[in-house]
C-alpha cells in the first residue's frame, strides 16, 4: 500500500488544542529516566530556528471507499476515539464506569508534578521519546556512543546508526511485566521496565547481536536480524526462571519478520537496514527542500505503517484481506451500528508501537539532521498501561463489578500456571480483550482532554502552550507510574495487567 493507497471499493469485510509543527520542534527531547526527576537532558540544536513554509498535506482515504487503508492512516486514530470519549463523557462504556468529576483531580495531580519538577520553564520539557530511556540514571548513553564514533562517521551515518538502535529497541519495548529486570553490563546496575529494555537493547546493539557485518557491530540489517532466535533473546535479556519476562516470543518474532520487512530496498536499501530510511524520507518527492528539510508526516508515517507491515502478527483484524495492525473490534461501537453500517465503523485503531516509533524516530533526525516534520502534530497521545492508568487510579475510570471479577478470576488463573503468588491483586486480560480496548480508546480521548486543562492551569497560551509530547513526557507517562507507585507500593503494577504477547503494550 503506497502513501495514502485507493481502493475501488465501497464494502468492506472483516475478520476476528495542539500546537500545529513538528513535534521535534522542541528544543530538548526525551524520556524519563524516574518518576519522581526531571527527564535527563539531551543535546539542544542550537541553530536558530527556521522558518517552515505552509505546505499541503495528502488527505487520508475516504473510509467508505478504502476502509483498510483510513484505519492505517493516523487519523483515524484520534477520529474513532473521539467517538468512544463521546460516550465515555456520557458515561455510556460497555466495561467502565465513567466519573467525570474526578478530572479534575486528575489534571490537579498532572499538574503539580509539572510544577515540581519543571516550574518556572516549561519550555525546557523535552518531548516524548525513546532517547532518554537510554539516559537512565543521567547519564549520557546516546552522546558517548556518538563520541565514540569518532568524527571520521558523517552526521548522515550516525542518524542512520541511531535509527537502526532506535527502532529495535522500540519493537522490544512491549510491557515487561513486573518481574523481569536488566542487570547492565556496563555498570552493574539493575534496571526495569521500559528503560530496561532500553538500557538491553542498546547494550545488545553495541554487541553486534543484528548486525551481519562483523567489522561493523554498530548496524541493524536483514541478515543480522535473521540469526536472531528465542534463545539469543533470553540470553541477551537475562531471562530465567527467576527473571521471567512476558511476551518473549512475540519480540523475538517481531524482529525476525522485521527481516523480512527491510527486504524493501526501496525504502530500506539494498543492505536492508533501518537507518537507510533517512535517505528516502531526505529524497521523497513530498519533501520540502527549505532552509532545512521538511518532511510531510505522512510520508514518514507510510515508511513506518506500509513499510514494517510485514512483522505484525497475521491474527490481528483484517479488512478487504487488508492487515490493519494495532487496531481492535469493540463493542461499545458495534452494539450502535445500523444496519446499513460498514464493518470498518465497529473498529478501533491505535498504532501505539507506530506512533512510539515515530516520535522516537523523529529525534535524531531532527537533532543531527535538523529535519522537520509538518503536521506531526496528528499524532496522539499513546493508549498504554502508564497513561491509561492514570485514570483509574484518580478514579476518572472504574471498571465494572462484572468485569473486575472476570479479570481478577483470570489473575488467578494465570498465577496459578506459572506457579507464583503476587503481593498485589490486580484484575487481568489478554491484551485482545474488549475492556482493554475499550480502556485504550477512553485513554486517547482523555490524553486531549488533560492537555487542554493542563495548560489552562499552567496559564499557558499561545506558543508557550505545552505540546502533546510535552504532556505526556513530564505529566501523565510520569503521573501514570507515580500513581502506581502509591497505589501499588509492592510491584508498582498498573491497576489492570494485561498478558502482553509482546506486540501490543
Known amino acids: 500500500m503506497g502513501l495514502f493507497s485507493k481502493k475501488d471499493k465501497s464494502g468492506s469485510s472483516i475478520t476476528s488544542g495542539h500546537k500545529s509543527s513538528s513535534v521535534a520542534d522542541n528544543t530538548s527531547l ?3 529516566s524516574s518518576s519522581s526527576l526531571k527527564s535527563p537532558t539531551t543535546p539542544v540544536n542550537s541553530k536558530p530556528a527556521p522558518t517552515i513554509p505552509k505546505i499541503d498535506l495528502p488527505r487520508a482515504p475516504d473510509p467508505h471507499v478504502d476502509p483498510a487503508g483510513y484505519l492505517r492512516s493516523i487519523g483515524s486514530v484520534r477520529e474513532r476515539c473521539a467517538v468512544v470519549m463521546q460516550k465515555a463523557v456520557q458515561n455510556q462504556l460497555e466495561h467502565f464506569d465513567v466519573d467525570m468529576s474526578k478530572f479534575d483531580n486528575t489534571t490537579k495531580f498532572v499538574v503539580s508534578i509539572i510544577k515540581r519538577d519543571y516550574a518556572p520553564d516549561y519550555s525546557s520539557i523535552p518531548a516524548h521519546g525513546r532517547w532518554q530511556h537510554f539516559n537512565v540514571g543521567g547519564r549520557d548513553r546516546i552522546g558517548n556512543l556518538l563520541a565514540s564514533w569518532g568524527t571520521n562517521v558523517d552526521s548522515s551515518e550516525r542518524t542512520r546508526r541511531l535509527l537502526d538502535l532506535f527502532l529495535v529497541s522500540v519493537l522490544l519495548d512491549a510491557g515487561a511485566g513486573n518481574s523481569w529486570s536488566y542487570k547492565s553490563k556496563e555498570n552493574q546496575r539493575v534496571y526495569r521496565r521500559s528503560e530496561g529494555l532500553a538500557i538491553a537493547s542498546l547494550e545488545m546493539f553495541k554487541s553486534g547481536m543484528f548486525s551481519s557485518n562483523n567489522t561493523q557491530p554498530y548496524q541493524v540489517d536483514a541478515d543480522g536480524l535473521r540469526n536472531v532466535t528465542t534463545d539469543s533473546m533470553t540470553r541477551a535479556l537475562q531471562v530465567s526462571e527467576s527473571n521471567p ?4 516470543e512475540g519480540r523475538t518474532g517481531l524482529l525476525t519478520r522485521l527481516a523480512d520487512a527491510l527486504m524493501n530496498t526501496q525504502i530500506f536499501g539494498a543492505d536492508g537496514r533501518p537507518g537507510n530510511m533517512l535517505d528516502y524520507l531526505i529524497s521523497h518527492p513530498r519533501t520540502v ?11 514518514l508515517w507510510s515508511v513506518l505503517v506500509d513499510g514494517l507491515a510485514p512483522i ?7 479488512i478487504d484481506g487488508t492487515s490493519v495492525g494495532d487496531a481492535w473490534p469493540l463493542k461499545v461501537l458495534q452494539s450502535s451500528l445500523l444496519p446499513s453500517s460498514q464493518p470498518w465503523e465497529g473498529i478501533i485503531p491505535f498504532h501505539k508501537l507506530t506512533q512510539w516509533l515515530c516520535y522516537s524516530l523523529m529525534q535524531p533526525m531532527y537533532k543531527l539532521m535538523n529535519m522537520h516534520f509538518a503536521g506531526s502534530d496528528s499524532m496522539t497521545g499513546l493508549p498504554e498501561y502508564r497513561n491509561g492508568g492514570l485514570f483509574i487510579d484518580t478514579g476518572v475510570l472504574s471498571l465494572k463489578e462484572r468485569d473486575s ?3 481478577l478470576e483470570e489473575f488467578h488463573q494465570n498465577a496459578a500456571r506459572e506457579g507464583k503468588k503476587s503481593l498485589e491483586v490486580t484484575p487481568m486480560f489478554r491484551a485482545d480483550d474488549d475492556v482493554v480496548v475499550e480502556w485504550r480508546a477512553v485513554t486517547v480521548g482523555f490524553l486531549d482532554k488533560l492537555l487542554v486543562e493542563v495548560n489552562k492551569a499552567l496559564s499557558l497560551q499561545g506558543n508557550e502552550r505545552l505540546t502533546l509530547p510535552q504532556m505526556l513526557e513530564a505529566g501523565s507517562w510520569k503521573g501514570g507510574r507515580e500513581m502506581a507507585e502509591i497505589s501499588r507500593p509492592n510491584t508498582q503494577c498498573p491497576p489492570i495487567a494485561i498478558l502482553s504477547d509482546g506486540t501490543v503494550f
Open 245 to 248: 519476562i512476558s511476551g518473549l
Open 289 to 299: 527542500a527549505s532552509s532545512v528539510p521538511i518532511v510531510p508526516f505522512p510520508v
Open 312 to 318: 505484525w502478527p497475521s491474527s490481528r483484524t483484517i
Open 405 to 407: 471479577a472476570r479479570g
Open 30 to 32: 526525551g524520556q524519563s
